[in-house]
């Protein structure tokens, strides 16, 4: 059974700082690209951060020079550590794990975190 976990969300003042988690099972985590999104209430839900297989990144925009996605193979688990955070961060964000071949995606149940003075 494939499980993937977020932890860390929470309240924090403008400014502070997070670091979400997700660990993973029943996986071969190191063969899987990794993301993490998030969605804030009336919107969609955006890619925030992604890390493929070969340990390659790429960013969001609005989260550029301030969030950092990493991971650690021989723990299953995926980071964001979240810096500098604005009011606009505040969303439930989701872990995911895609494979391209064969098409597999999975889905974290999603941890709140509120930017709020």
């Known amino acids: 059974q494939v499980q993937l976990v977020e932890s860390g969300g929470g309240l924090v003042q403008p400014g502070g700082s997070l670091r979400l988690s997700c660990a993973t099972s029943?996986?071969?985590?190191?063969?899987?690209?990794m993301r993490w999104y998030r969605q804030a209430p009336g919107n969609q839900r955006e890619l925030v951060a992604v890390?493929?297989?070969?340990?390659?990144?790429n960013y969001a925009e609005s989260v550029m020079g301030r969030f950092t996605i990493s991971r650690d193979n021989a723990k299953n688990t995926v980071y964001l550590q979240m810096n500098a955070l604005k009011a606009e961060d505040t969303a439930v964000y989701y872990c995911?794990?895609?494979?391209?071949?064969?098409?597999?995606?999975?889905w974290g149940q999603g941890t709140q975190v509120t930017v709020s003075s």
């Open positions: 995911n794990a895609n494979r391209a071949v064969p098409l597999r995606t999975y």
């Open positions: 890390v493929s297989s070969g340990g390659s990144t």
């Open positions: 029943g996986i071969i985590f190191s063969i899987y690209t």
